[in-house]
């Protein structure tokens, strides 16, 4: 079983402007056309966990969507899920045990942690194997954050480090237990 995170950050360390906008992603456009290895860390993955926040915003992009992998949407709030998305995202509720209990006996072990909550809420847990965090190089002043206060220090090793561009700096980190 693993727990994984990828994800972009400001150079301050936000992923979400204030009011959730995400258009400093672009900062960079030329950055959507190279291969910046989401393929192949959606293809390690058995499904997605996501808080009810982040897929509320993924939930109202254009298009198709986004995921080929199921979405577990985790939220106490939420009661349903959009009629379009109820083939692709189900919705799961309770602690971070009961969530991760009931998305293992469907058989997904390897999961994809996505949203600051979230990925938060599992830092705290220490259920974070592992992180690829792209920085963009923009400050935004305030937003989101990454990261949260934790009830003690994680230590993570960084297995390599990618530039894209010359601008945009990718980092892989894995727990060391």
């Known amino acids: 079983m693993k727990n994984s995170v990828f994800i972009a950050t400001s150079l301050d360390g936000f992923i979400a402007g204030k009011n959730d906008e995400l258009d400093w992603l672009s900062t960079f456009p030329e950055i959507d056309h190279i291969d910046t290895g ?15 926040n982040t897929f509320e915003v993924v939930a109202g992009f254009e298009g198709e969507w986004f995921y080929t992998k199921p979405v577990f949407v985790w939220s106490n709030s939420l009661t349903e899920i959009p009629e379009k998305l109820k083939d692709k995202a189900f919705l799961v509720k309770g602690s971070i045990a ?6 293992h006996d469907k058989g997904f072990h390897d999961l994809y942690i996505d ?15 592992e992180m690829i ?3 963009i190089p923009v400050l935004l002043g305030s937003g989101i954050p990454m990261f949260a ?16 561009l010359d601008k945009v700096v990718q980092n892989h980190f894995v727990r060391s237990r």
Not at 38 to 52: K, P, Q, Y
Not at 98 to 103: A, F, G, H, K, Q
Not at 153 to 160: A, D, H, S
């Open 115 to 129: 949203g600051g909550k979230t990925i938060q809420s599992f830092l705290k847990e220490d259920l974070i194997d």
């Open 149 to 164: 206060e934790l009830p003690k220090r994680l230590v993570f090793e960084c297995i390599r480090s990618t530039r894209f």
């Open 38 to 52: 989401f393929n192949e860390f959606t293809s390690r993955i058995d499904a997605l966990l996501m808080g009810r």
């Open 133 to 135: 965090i792209t920085t």
């Open 98 to 103: 009961e969530v991760l209990s009931e998305i």
